[in-house]
């Protein structure tokens, strides 16, 4: 069974970086379909960015588009989230996802819940300050 385990969620100023990592064990990420997705406080699933197995397709959500990268190293089995210019509006729960399916790239990263896509981590907490 994979398992995702995301990290790198911190407090950071309004204008700064940071790279969330997911880590995967119990299976090959260049197998999967891979997303990230956020939750704010009283919010739907947001999809952030998907990428199809190969990385040949990556989908950013117009809200994060030139601000952040999604990218893999497979030698780590892991899949990061570069975040640069953050907002305050960028505060939320970020989670990475896997499938083996490639139907949420179809939907161009749109989540309608958790059933999405059968993988998902804990989430880690990001929080941007003025």
């Known amino acids: 069974q994979l398992q995702l385990v995301e990290s790198g969620g911190n407090l950071v100023q309004s204008g700064g970086s940071l790279r969330l990592s997911c880590a995967a064990s119990?299976?090959?990420?260049?197998?999967?379909?891979m997303a990230w997705i956020r939750q704010g406080p009283g919010q739907d699933l947001e999809g952030i960015s998907c990428?199809?197995?190969?990385?040949?397709?990556?989908i950013y959500t117009d809200s994060v588009k030139g601000r952040f990268t999604m990218f893999r190293d497979n030698a780590k089995n892991t899949v990061y989230l570069q975040m640069n210019s953050l907002r305050i509006e960028d505060s939320a729960v970020y989670y990475c996802?896997?499938?083996?399916?490639?139907?949420?790239?179809?939907?161009?990263?749109?989540?309608?819940?958790?059933?999405?896509?059968?993988?998902w981590g804990n989430g880690t907490l990001v929080t941007v300050a003025r």
């Open positions: 996802a896997a499938d083996r399916s490639e139907e949420i790239l179809f939907r161009s990263c749109v989540f309608r819940n958790t059933d999405d896509m059968d993988h």
């Open positions: 119990g299976g090959t990420l260049d197998d999967y379909t």
């Open positions: 990428s199809s197995s190969n990385g040949g397709s990556t």
